[in-house]
């Protein structure tokens, strides 16, 4: 599970992680914010209008959710349980508020938590990405500070500097956790 405010980097370490992990998959959320270039649906996120939004909640498919810089976003449960179910790892992006459910309701699960390397940096990395207006890329900033005190309740924190670093920061992370004594299962190599 990735956390980490808004530009500091998750989406580009995840897919650079989904790259070279074939034993891994990415359970995207449902959102009602639009699709940035180079974002693909039922890759990055599921796009929805806010009333399917509202229906999927309504249904109970979502066992989280949450208003994050004005969009909706939300968690489908059951990709994750059928994924875990085949003895799959997934990886989930979330922001602070959705990671604090998920690790109630999966203790098991592994918390990393994403940094930029300065506050200045990451406000060069949104404006860099062109997504937002500067309204947006403000919201985003100001939440940042906030978001980053919650840190200490993660299980690893990488500091996204130099990215292939700091990609092979996460890789080493998932192959540490696979390695751990109590996940390791009779058909492990
Ligand atoms: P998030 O998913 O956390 O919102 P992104 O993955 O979209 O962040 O990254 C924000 C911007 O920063 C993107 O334009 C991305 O290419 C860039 N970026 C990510 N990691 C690095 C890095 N280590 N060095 C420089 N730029 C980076
Ligand atoms: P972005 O619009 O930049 O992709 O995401 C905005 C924020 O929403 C990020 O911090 C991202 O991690 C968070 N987010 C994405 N999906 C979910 C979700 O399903 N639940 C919650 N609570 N946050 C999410």
């Given at each position: 599970?990735?956390?980490a405010p808004s530009g500091c980097g998750k989406g580009?370490?995840?897919?650079n992680l989904l790259a070279t992990d074939p034993g891994?998959?990415?359970?995207?959320?449902?959102?009602?914010?639009?699709?940035?270039?180079?974002?693909?649906?039922?890759?990055?996120?599921?796009?929805?209008?806010?009333?399917?939004?509202?229906?999927?909640?309504?249904?109970?498919?979502?066992?989280?959710?949450?208003?994050?810089?004005?969009?909706?976003?939300?968690?489908?449960?059951?990709?994750?349980?059928?994924?875990?179910?085949?003895?799959?790892?997934?990886?989930?992006?979330?922001?602070?508020?959705?990671?604090?459910?998920?690790?109630?309701?999966?203790?098991?699960?592994?918390?990393?938590?994403?940094?930029?390397?300065?506050?200045?940096?990451?406000?060069?990395?949104?404006?860099?990405?062109?997504?937002?207006?500067?309204?947006?890329?403000?919201?985003?900033?100001?939440?940042?500070?906030?978001?980053?005190?919650?840190?200490?309740?993660?299980?690893?924190?990488?500091?996204?500097?130099?990215?292939?670093?700091?990609?092979?920061?996460?890789?080493?992370?998932?192959?540490?956790?696979?390695?751990?004594?109590?996940?390791?299962?009779?058909?492990?190599?």
């Amino acid at each position: 599970m990735i956390t980490a405010p808004s530009g500091c980097g998750k989406g580009t370490l995840r897919r650079n992680l989904l790259a070279t992990d074939p034993g891994l998959i990415f359970c995207p959320s449902v959102t009602t914010r639009s699709p940035r270039p180079g974002e693909a649906d039922a890759v990055d996120y599921f796009f929805v209008s806010r009333e399917e939004f509202v229906s999927m909640r309504d249904r109970q498919e979502l066992v989280e959710w949450a208003s994050v810089y004005g969009n909706l976003y939300g968690t489908p449960g059951k990709p994750i349980e059928e994924a875990l179910e085949r003895g799959v790892d997934v990886i989930l992006e979330k922001d602070v508020q959705g990671a604090r459910t998920l690790r109630a309701l999966f203790p098991e699960g592994v918390f990393i938590f994403v940094l930029p390397p300065s506050m200045d940096e990451l406000r060069r990395r949104i404006l860099g990405r062109g997504t937002e207006n500067e309204e947006e890329r403000r919201r985003r900033l100001d939440c940042a500070e906030m978001e980053m005190s919650d840190l200490s309740t993660y299980d690893y924190v990488i500091i996204n500097s130099d990215l292939d670093r700091a990609t092979e920061r996460l890789s080493a992370i998932v192959a540490g956790e696979r390695a751990r004594s109590k996940r390791r299962t009779a058909n492990d190599d």
